[in-house]
């Protein structure tokens, strides 16, 4: 079974220019995160969906980040403009989240995309 | 809000000897914490759990141990090999879908030969 797939997997832009990254989940799961990762730190999430509705976006700076999961199923993240303090892995990862049950239900990274703003 | 410790930052261990990460965690609320390894290049993966109603989580080589009235958990890695080696992120959050992973800042461990 194929895991979570990005792209692209590396990215150097310049100041001020816009920038997206894809992700496609693992078949099936209908929960998709958005995380972002500094060097020398661990994910910090930035939006979950529950298949096309986003349910918590509370860290996504809302100003220059954007994000669609039209279908609820790939996705797409976007910043406009990129900052140089975007320079990061930005990681997607998905789950199969079953409602109406106390759970926790394992996440699945992608390998992530490195984002370079010079 | 949910806030986790790691440490150390950095492990160097000779191969075969045995590796502690330490983590601490501030809401009391958490009730599930996760362990992941981060091979470079790749995403976090999970490597082993444990629920708050548990004191002592082992799998083969790997152990987690956790203090609920402290609120410490570490995770115990014995009889290290070179594939040991990679980033390892504690975790803490609540046992529900809709719970939010607070992730702590990893500890970079090297396996000597």
């Known amino acids: 079974e194929a895991g979570v797939v990005q792209s692209p997997r590396y990215k150097i832009i310049e100041k001020k220019q816009p920038v997206a990254f894809w992700c496609n989940p693992i078949?099936?799961?209908?929960?998709l995160y958005w995380y972002l990762q500094n060097l020398g730190q661990g994910p910090e999430l930035l939006i979950r969906?529950?298949?096309?509705?986003?349910?918590?976006d509370s860290q996504l700076p809302k100003d220059r980040f954007s994000a669609e999961r039209l279908k609820g199923v790939d996705s797409t993240l976007k910043i406009q403009p990129a900052e140089l303090g975007d320079s990061a892995v930005y990681l997607c990862?998905?789950?199969?989240?079953?409602?109406?049950?106390?759970?926790?239900?394992?996440?699945?990274f992608g390998p992530g995309t490195r984002l370079t703003v010079l | 809000g949910e806030n986790v410790e790691q440490h150390p930052s950095t492990l160097s261990v000779q191969e075969g000897d045995s590796a502690v990460i330490k983590c601490t965690y501030s809401?009391?609320?958490?009730?599930?914490f996760p362990w992941y390894k981060q091979e470079l290049g790749k995403g976090p993966q999970l490597i082993i759990d444990?629920?708050?109603?548990?004191g002592e989580k082992k799998d083969q080589r790997i152990a987690v141990t956790l203090n609920k009235t402290a609120k410490h958990f570490s995770l115990h890695i014995t009889e290290t090999q070179p594939e040991d080696s990679a980033v390892y992120f504690c975790?803490?959050?609540?046992?529900?879908?809709?719970?939010?992973?607070?992730f702590g800042s990893g500890t970079r461990l090297s396996i000597r030969p």
């Open positions: 444990i629920r708050s109603n548990v």
């Open positions: 969906y529950e298949n096309e509705e986003a349910v918590d």
């Open positions: 990862a998905s789950s199969l989240s079953r409602s109406g049950r106390s759970s926790y239900n394992e996440q699945f």
């Open positions: 809401d009391s609320a958490s009730n599930y």
């Open positions: 078949s099936g799961h209908n929960t």
């Open positions: 975790a803490a959050t609540r046992y529900s879908s809709a719970s939010k992973i607070i």
